[in-house]
């Protein structure tokens, strides 16, 4: 890339944040810390939008604002329930978020930054139909869990949906067979990691 191309993706980029504030709110999405989502039916959306020198995308994840109850009950971290509804999304100590398939992407209509507000409008266009569009598939946990469950990247979230849905001896083999492996979740305690802290937890209660 060329200094005259990183000078004004430079630019592109900066716009790119400016029409996040300035149009998320109209577009059904909510900001906060930087980032992009929205709230429906018990489930989280989370927008990340990019830019380059001749386009701006985005991707759209989910996950159930339980899975992240029940991993604060796992770590016993109950003030956590007490944080606003949008730490969720950018606090500590939460659930994974599962990316959805078909990023978007909309071609600059110009080299200016100016452009971009209106491809990132286009954007959150795409993205509130999607949300509407998944919406209307996920409404319980269980729709989250067939969603993910053949995608190995997913074991944590796939443990975390069979102990809100009470399925305790499912949970605990799931987790016996990730220790086995050496797996830790991506957390990690001072009594080990999530999976040890999950099985703790479910022998206890």
């Given at each position: 890339?060329?200094?005259?191309?990183?000078?004004?993706?430079?630019?592109?980029?900066?716009?790119?944040?400016?029409?996040?504030?300035?149009?998320?709110?109209?577009?059904?999405?909510?900001?906060?810390?930087?980032?992009?989502?929205?709230?429906?039916?018990?489930?989280?959306?989370?927008?990340?939008?990019?830019?380059?020198?001749?386009?701006?995308?985005?991707?759209?994840?989910?996950?159930?604002?339980?899975?992240?109850?029940?991993?604060?009950?796992?770590?016993?971290?109950?003030?956590?329930?007490?944080?606003?509804?949008?730490?969720?999304?950018?606090?500590?100590?939460?659930?994974?978020?599962?990316?959805?398939?078909?990023?978007?992407?909309?071609?600059?209509?110009?080299?200016?930054?100016?452009?971009?507000?209106?491809?990132?409008?286009?954007?959150?266009?795409?993205?509130?139909?999607?949300?509407?569009?998944?919406?209307?598939?996920?409404?319980?946990?269980?729709?989250?869990?067939?969603?993910?469950?053949?995608?190995?990247?997913?074991k944590l979230n796939r443990i975390l949906c069979e102990i809100h849905l009470g399925r305790r001896l499912?949970?605990?083999?799931?987790?016996?067979?990730?220790?086995?492996?050496?797996?830790?979740?991506?957390?990690?305690?001072?009594?080990?990691?999530?999976?040890?802290?999950?099985?703790?937890?479910?022998?206890?209660?």
């Amino acid at each position: 890339m060329t200094r005259e191309e990183q000078r004004r993706l430079k630019e592109l980029k900066k716009a790119l944040g400016d029409a996040e504030k300035s149009l998320a709110k109209s577009g059904g999405f909510q900001r906060s810390h930087g980032y992009t989502f929205c709230f429906a039916d018990g489930f989280v959306y989370w927008l990340y939008p990019k830019v380059n020198l001749s386009s701006v995308g985005a991707s759209l994840s989910v996950k159930p604002t339980a899975l992240d109850r029940v991993l604060w009950d796992v770590f016993d971290l109950p003030d956590n329930r007490d944080q606003p509804r949008s730490f969720h999304v950018w606090g500590a100590f939460v659930a994974q978020f599962h990316s959805l398939p078909d990023p978007f992407e909309v071609p600059l209509p110009g080299p200016e930054a100016d452009c971009v507000e209106s491809a990132y409008a286009e954007v959150l266009a795409y993205a509130r139909s999607a949300v509407v569009q998944f919406s209307g598939k996920l409404k319980e946990v269980e729709d989250f869990q067939k969603l993910i469950n053949d995608d190995p990247n997913e074991k944590l979230n796939r443990i975390l949906c069979e102990i809100h849905l009470g399925r305790r001896l499912n949970a605990l083999s799931l987790l016996r067979d990730a220790l086995a492996r050496g797996e830790t979740g991506g957390f990690i305690g001072p009594r080990g990691s999530i999976y040890e802290y999950a099985i703790a937890f479910l022998e206890r209660t």
